[in-house]
């Protein structure tokens, strides 16, 4: 099995900074890309940020210049740097990625982890 974890998330005050993390596990063959989504209270999920293998990284417009996504291959970790902390940046978090499994690495599927509840409020 496959599972991504993610850390980090917590309350904190608005303008301030919050690192994600994400973590996954199992038996991975490859990894083409990772993101981050986030569903505030009543709203659908959105993108947040992502990368793909030798591609640049894409941002939401609200984030482009506050947010940033990196990566550490070789941990199968990812990050989301959130800096200037608004209160609506007020979500659950999800990190997400596009991963082959050496079961079956042919395919390409998309895994997500639990989501963390992250709160920007004063």
């Known amino acids: 099995q496959v599972q991504l974890v993610e850390s980090g998330g917590g309350l904190v005050q608005p303008g301030v900074s919050l690192r994600l993390s994400c973590v996954a596990s199992g038996s991975i063959w490859s990894i083409q890309a990772v993101g981050w989504y986030r569903q505030r209270s009543g709203e659908q999920r959105e993108l947040v940020a992502s990368?793909?293998?030798?591609?640049?990284?894409h941002y939401a417009d609200n984030v482009k210049g506050r947010f940033t996504i990196s990566r550490d291959k070789p941990r199968k970790t990812w990050y989301l740097e959130m800096n200037s902390l608004k209160a609506e940046s007020t979500a659950v978090y999800y990190c997400?990625?596009?991963?082959?499994?050496?079961?079956?690495?042919?395919?390409?599927?998309?895994?997500w982890g639990q989501g963390t509840q992250d709160t920007a409020s004063s």
């Open positions: 997400s990625a596009a991963l082959r499994t050496e079961s079956d690495p042919m395919h390409l599927s998309d895994y």
């Open positions: 990368v793909a293998d030798g591609g640049n990284a």
